[in-house]
């Protein structure tokens, strides 16, 4: 007899075990859509099967029929594969997202040294640009006294003349 699984065998895996005949494995499987998962005490509460059947079974034959509480066992120990192999999967995820992290942070901080470096170069355009406006300014003011300084002494000499002129007319 091959491993068989009371909670899942067909009807034909369950006519295979001892004493289990057509009619027999039929009420199996009426109460396994009734109840579910299928227990020893729920084998032997199954009407129209014998519950004496299932003691000396289960001893004969404990490595190769499975209810649920060996069930239980069994998909634990599934269940754990399955938890480490989602830990294998979830860690590689994380080292790649981790590295993308990285990445993404090397990126901005390359992007942030850039951006230091333009502001850097803008000051000095700009406190170039300051000390030429500067500069300008300085000489505008100085010609525009020096135009002034010409202006005063262009004025000066005409009011001279103008002064010198009206003294003649009067005279």
Known sequence: M?????NTATKEELMGIRDIGEARA???IKARKIKGTLTLEDLKMIEGVPNTIWDPLI????TKLIIAEQDKVHSKRENM???EDLKVT???QLRCKSAEIEECLAELQQTKDNLHREMEKDQLEREKSQKELISENIQITQEMSELQH???ST???KEGD????????KH
Do not use: H, P
Request: aromatic share 12%; hydrophobic share 35%.
């Open 2 to 6: 091959s491993t068989i699984n009371i």
């Open 26 to 28: 039929n009420l199996i």
């Open 59 to 62: 001893r004969k034959y404990k």
């Open 81 to 83: 594969k399955e938890v």
């Open 90 to 92: 979830f860690e590689k």
């Open 150 to 152: 010409q202006y005063e």
């Open 155 to 157: 004025m000066a000499e």
């Open 162 to 169: 103008f002064s010198g002129r009206m003294e003649n007319v």
